[in-house]
T-cell receptor, first 114, second 118 residues
């Protein structure tokens, strides 16, 4: 699986837009970029996935440039409840033939400040 | 619909003892994954079971083992506990290999079992 690199931590004030960038230089053709959110003492939660350009849902937006070597998770107008660890990972979502495992790194700890 | 459940919530053991952790996947899911989350280390993949078989294993010693039952629930056993085994153990599930195409990047996690080794 492609290795990912993301900042260890970030701070943001309430109401601001937060952008978390992830680098994945060795992403494969069939890989998608997926982001998870983990609150303290809970399991991670899938929040968004994309292949290229832009994907938006009710929680976040995901921006992926043409070379796909990086991606940016954008959280609009964060609140204190967005304080969590955010994980970026890449993998083939349709790899039904192999023994797939999802590899998480250490993630980015986002602290939202009042 | 019930999510992934894990038991117990907390478990306290002493060095050398054995620990057994349990996981029930979402109804209809046949794949179960186990992860270890030690303080400051992110999630480390432990084991993946599907249809009762071990499909993949992370870089952990053999004293970490598990099994999956016919109802797709799973058990993680840790033998000869060491202090560094203290961590949050997370279980996740997803639709399995026999269920046709699905998103392999999306797993549904339980709340975890906090294991403390004294």
């Amino acid at each position: 699986l492609a290795k990912t690199t993301q900042p260890i931590s970030m701070d943001s004030y309430e109401g601001q837009e937060v952008n978390i960038t992830c680098s994945h230089n060795n992403i494969a053709t069939n890989d998608y970029i997926t982001w998870y959110q983990q609150f303290p003492s809970q399991g991670p939660r899938f929040i968004i996935q994309g292949y290229k350009t832009k994907v938006t849902n009710e929680v976040a937006s995901l921006f992926i440039p043409a070379d796909r070597k990086s991606s940016t998770l954008s959280l609009p107008r964060v609140s204190l409840s967005d304080t969590a660890v955010y994980y970026c990972l890449v993998g083939d979502p349709q790899n039904s033939g192999g023994y797939q495992k999802v590899t998480f790194g250490t993630g980015t700890k986002l602290q939202v400040i009042p | 619909e019930a999510g992934v459940t894990q038991s117990p919530t907390h478990l306290i053991k002493t060095r050398g003892q054995q620990a057994t952790l349990r996981c029930s996947p979402i109804s209809g899911h046949t794949s179960v994954y186990w992860y270890q989350q030690a303080l400051g280390l992110g999630l480390q993949f432990l084991l993946w079971y599907d249809e009762g078989e071990e499909r993949n294993r992370g870089n952990f010693p053999p004293r970490f083992s598990g099994r999956q039952f016919p109802n797709y629930s799973s058990e993680l056993n840790v033998n000869a506990l060491e202090l560094e085994d203290s961590a949050l153990y997370l279980c996740a599930s997803s639709p399995g290999l026999a269920g046709g195409p699905f998103n392999y990047n999306e797993q549904f996690f339980g709340p975890g079992t906090r294991l403390t080794v004294l």
